[in-house]
């Protein structure tokens, strides 16, 4: 498994303050492919610039996928450049290849036979690792999810980062996310403006 498939398995499995917005985990998704990559050493970070290595062989298709997108030319992408442009819908792409492998389900009742949008891990090997991972305070996964709205528990308090590239993604990670939170909240703010003006206030 990879940290995208778990940080996807563990936004399904446990609870959070908030709903878990698409765009965000898209971004962090992004930045776990980033983490991922860094640990096969398919790129290094010169300040915040993705520089390219060797593709590496790697069973993930996704994940090989990424690899294969780096940008190869010099000034090289920025972290964040990065996030936002394989960020694009990504969720949705993980949500596939993981329902395509048999991880996760669309539910069925017996009163509603159609498939329905609802998803539900399923009991496997890859959901016990990704709970591991995460009952652990492993803190490339914590910081993820943290920046998707999952806090872990006091008692699951996060090891430190020690590794100064990861630590450049996960922070990319987390204005990625307040960007684009910030957008949403201008968006919100502009439409409730333009419905006032229709209602003549």
């Known amino acids: 498994m990879t940290t995208p498939r778990d940080l996807l398995l563990l936004t399904m ?7 878990v917005e698409q765009g965000d985990l898209s971004l ?9 990559l860094i640990g096969v ?15 590496p062989q790697l069973d993930d298709r996704l994940l090989r996928e990424a690899a294969s997108s780096l940008v ?10 990065w996030l936002w442009r394989r960020g694009r819908d990504l969720a949705s792409a ?23 949008d609802r998803t539900t891990v399923v009991e496997s090997p890859a959901r016990r690792q990704a709970a591991d991972r995460w009952t652990s305070g492993e803190p490339v996964l914590a910081g993820l999810a943290a920046a998707v709205g999952i806090e872990a528990e006091p008692a699951a308090e996060p090891a430190q980062l020690t590794d100064d590239a990861v630590a450049t993604v996960l922070a990319g990670v987390n204005d990625a996310v307040t960007e684009l939170e910030s957008v949403r909240q201008r968006r919100r703010i502009e ?11």
């Open 13 to 19: 499995d446990v609870p959070s303050s908030r709903p």
């Open 28 to 36: 962090a998704l992004a930045g776990a492919e980033l983490v991922d």
């Open 41 to 55: 050493q398919a790129l290094t970070l010169d300040g915040d610039r993705i520089v390219p290595g060797p593709e």
């Open 72 to 81: 190869r030319q010099e000034p090289y992408e920025s972290v964040e450049d």
């Open 94 to 116: 993980y949500r596939t290849l993981l329902e395509a492998d048999g991880q996760i389900a669309r539910e069925h009742h017996r009163w509603l036979p159609l498939r329905t």
């Open 191 to 201: 439409q409730a403006a333009f419905d006032n003006i229709w209602r003549g206030q």
